[in-house]
C-alpha cells in the first residue's frame, strides 16, 4: 500500500510539472526532445520558497548545445513569444546578435486563475558550444517585479 501510494503521488508531480507549462513549444526542451534528457540541468521550485519572489512554479532547464540545437531552441523559443499578452514590447526584453536570441523575458497571456506567465532564455557563447538556459515562470509577479529581481548579468 505504502510503495502503490509513493507511485502515485510521485505520478501526480510528473503531471503537474507538464502541465505548468502545457502548450508551449519549449516543452520539447524540458521534455529533452531536442537536448538527449541525460545533459539538461533540471530544477523545479513550488510553493513557498518562491512566496518573497510573488512567483508560484520556477521551471528551469540548461543545456550545453551545438549550432543545430541551439537553432532549434531559439525557434522553439520564438514560436512561443508569438503567445505574448499583447504585440507591443512593454510586455517583453529581448537581446539579440548577429541574428540570433541572446537573451530575452517574454510575458505570455495570463494561465489559469489569471496567473501571469513568463518564458526567458539565455545563450552564452562559448568557443565550441553554447550555454543555453531555459526558464518558465508563473504566479503574481509583474515583469518590472522581475526585472528588478533577477537583473541581467
Do not use: W
Amino acid at each position: 500500500m505504502k510503495r502503490l501510494l509513493i507511485i502515485l503521488l510521485m505520478s501526480v508531480g510528473i503531471t503537474l510539472c507538464a502541465t505548468a507549462q502545457e502548450g508551449l513549444r519549449i516543452n520539447e526542451v524540458f521534455e529533452g526532445h531536442v537536448v538527449s534528457k541525460q545533459f539538461i540541468q533540471e530544477s523545479l521550485v513550488k510553493g513557498d520558497n518562491l512566496a518573497p519572489y510573488n512567483l508560484k512554479v520556477l521551471h528551469t532547464a540548461k543545456c550545453v548545445a551545438n549550432n543545430k540545437e541551439r537553432t532549434t531552441i531559439e525557434q522553439l523559443f520564438e514560436e512561443d513569444m508569438k503567445e505574448r499578452i499583447s504585440d507591443d514590447n512593454s510586455n517583453m526584453e529581448m537581446e539579440s546578435r548577429d541574428g540570433h536570441l541572446y537573451y530575452a523575458i517574454v510575458q505570455l497571456k495570463n494561465g489559469a486563475r489569471g496567473t501571469h506567465r513568463y518564458i526567458c532564455y539565455q545563450c552564452r557563447d562559448r568557443s565550441s558550444h553554447y550555454d543555453i538556459t531555459l526558464v518558465y515562470m508563473e504566479g503574481k509577479a509583474s515583469l518590472a517585479d522581475l526585472r528588478r529581481t533577477f537583473k541581467k548579468k
